[in-house]
C-alpha cells in the first residue's frame, strides 16, 4: 500500500502524459471503456512468466482513471507477490520495469484462451487446445466460469469438443464494470464458439507461434463477429 501511495502521488513526465492524452484522443477514444494492461519487460518470457503477478484494470475512462491505473500497474511490480517471485526465481530486485499497454476494451460476446501447444499432453505436437465462455474473458481467466474446450488439429482442422454445462456469462454494464447475466437455455448447451472461429483462432495461434518463434499462451475476444487478438506470451 505504500509503494502505491508514493506511485500515485508522483508527477507523471509531461511528455508521457501529452502522448497518452494525445494518442486518446486522435483515435477518438475520451468516452470510450479502456483496458490498462501490465506486462513486465525482459523477464516476462519462456523461462519465467509474470502472468498474474501485475495489475491490470478494466473499463476505465478518461485521462483521470487511465493515469491512475497507470501508476497502479507500475506498483504492483513491486507487491509482495511479485518480489517474492522474483527472489524465487533468482531474478534481480534493481533495474525492474513494466510496460503498460492501454487497449479499447471488447464488448465481447465470446472470448478465450488458445495455446499453440496443448499444455497438459505436452507430447501432443498435433493440436491446439482453445477455451472459451459466453460474454467477456475474466469469467475464465478468474476461474469463476466453467469453459468449453476445443481442440484443433494444425493441419486437417478436425475439430474435437468438450462442452461445458453453462450456466452464466459475464458481460460489461453500460456504466462500466461486470454484471453476471444467466444464459438462456440455447446458449447453456450450444457451443460458445461456431467452427469458423474455431478455425480462425487456431490458425491465429500457429501464426502468432510461427512470428515468435515460441509456442503462444493468448487471449481473445469476439464482438459482432470479429476477432481480436488481447494479448500474448510464451
Request: hydrophobic letters at 35%.
Amino acid at each position: 500500500k505504500r509503494v502505491q501511495e508514493l506511485f500515485l502521488k508522483a508527477q507523471l513526465p509531461e511528455a508521457i502524459k501529452s502522448t497518452i492524452v494525445d494518442q486518446i484522443s486522435t483515435r477518438g477514444l475520451e468516452d470510450t471503456f479502456l483496458a490498462v494492461r501490465s506486462s513486465g519487460l525482459d523477464e516476462d518470457s519462456a523461462d519465467n512468466s509474470f502472468a498474474g503477478q501485475f495489475s491490470s484494470y478494466l473499463f476505465q475512462k478518461g485521462w483521470e482513471q487511465v493515469e491512475t491505473s497507470l501508476k497502479l500497474c507500475w506498483a504492483s511490480a513491486f507487491s509482495e507477490r511479485a518480489l517474492s517471485y522474483r527472489v524465487e526465481r533468482g531474478l534481480p530486485l534493481s533495474g525492474i520495469r513494466v510496460g503498460v499497454v492501454i487497449q479499447k476494451m471488447v464488448n465481447a460476446s465470446s472470448a478465450g484462451v488458445v495455446f499453440s501447444r496443448h499444455p497438459i499432453r505436452v507430447m501432443d505436437r498435433d493440436n491446439v487446445l482453445i477455451s472459451s465462455v459466453w460474454g467477456l474473458g475474466e469469467g475464465l481467466v478468474s476461474g469463476e466460469l466453467d469453459s468449453d474446450n476445443f481442440e484443433s488439429h494444425r493441419t486437417s482442422h478436425e475439430v474435437v469438443s468438450d462442452l461445458a454445462d453453462k450456466t452464466h456469462g459475464l458481460y460489461q454494464k453500460s456504466e462500466g464494470g461486470l454484471k453476471s447475466i444467466e444464459l438462456d437455455g440455447a446458449k447453456k448447451q450450444a457451443p460458445s464458439l461456431s467452427p469458423e472461429e474455431i478455425k480462425a483462432i487456431a490458425e491465429l495461434s500457429i501464426k502468432l507461434e510461427e512470428t515468435f518463434d515460441a509456442p503462444q499462451d493468448s487471449e481473445f475476444a469476439i464482438e459482432e463477429g470479429k476477432l481480436y487478438l488481447v494479448q500474448t506470451r510464451p
